[in-house]
T-cell receptor, first 112, second 114 residues
Framework: AQTIHQWPVAEIKAVGSPLSLGCTIK??????LYWYWQATGGTLQQLFY??????VESVVQLNLSASRPKDDQFILSTEKLLLSHSGFYLC???????????FGHGTKLSVL | GEKVEQHESTLSVREGDSAVINCTYT??????FPWYKQEAGKSLHFVID???NVDRKQSQRLIVLLDKKAKRFSLHITATQPEDSAIYFC?????????????WGLGTSLVVNP
């Protein structure tokens, strides 16, 4: 069975500090991987997606970057956090040739 | 750009009643329409989907209707229970077998009152 793990579960960070969020998928090779951001109030925004190691497509950058260093790992990061980065970050994976997405438990980020 | 609109931002029903959440889409080429559920403080999970080759699909208490002419699809939850309380997101895609092109609605917060 496939499992998706996100870390950390929650972060409280200062404006201007760096950030790194991680996501690991086990039990599935070569998944499509996604980062979504959810503002307080519920709006979902796709940020990045990756179909293979080393390849990341940006949908909306929001002064964030993403990398896929391994087949099962997706990293979201920034060197300088803004207040507007606060929210809920969701990692998701999908199978090739299938539309369904499977979401991780999410990381709640508060930027103060 | 293409959009998906969810018409009800909040919906409150009594336990046992039916709840209906409506979405419309702008891309006439849309062919896949999933629904996801997000319980308070938790992540999203898939609940049901429909493809454009059918106009109705049912899974237990969930029914999805698709009206391609009106570019509208809806989620019907029958015999609602308190555990149905959650935010429901609709989405649409014009790419068969491609999970990278989903366009999402803004979500509907459903409250089922005991």
């Amino acid at each position: 069975a496939q499992t998706i793990h996100q870390w950390p579960v929650a972060e409280i960070k200062a404006v201007g500090s760096p950030l790194s969020l991680g996501c690991t998928i086990k039990g599935k090779s070569s998944p499509n991987l996604y980062w979504y951001w959810q503002a307080t109030g519920g709006t979902l925004q796709q940020l990045f997606y990756s179909i293979t190691v080393g390849q990341v497509e940006s949908v909306v950058q929001l002064n964030l970057s993403a990398s896929r260093p391994k087949d099962d790992q997706f990293i979201l990061s920034t060197e300088k956090l803004l207040l507007s980065h606060s929210g809920f970050y969701l990692c998701a994976w999908g199978r090739i040739s299938n539309e369904r997405l499977f979401f991780g438990h999410g990381t709640k980020l508060s930027v103060l | 750009g293409e959009k998906v609109e969810q018409h009800e931002s909040t919906l409150s029903v009594r336990e046992g009643d039916s709840a209906v959440i409506n979405c419309t889409y702008t891309d006439t080429a849309s062919s896949y329409f999933p629904w996801y559920k997000q319980e308070a403080g938790k992540s999203l999970h898939f609940v049901i989907d429909i493809r454009s080759n059918v106009d109705r699909k049912q899974s237990q208490r969930l029914i999805v209707l698709l009206d391609k002419k009106a570019k509208r699809f809806s989620l019907h939850i029958t015999a609602t229970q308190p555990e149905d309380s959650a935010i429901y997101f609709c989405a649409a895609s014009n790419r068969v077998g491609d999970n990278s092109k989903l366009i999402w609605g803004l979500g509907t917060s459903l409250v089922v009152n005991p």
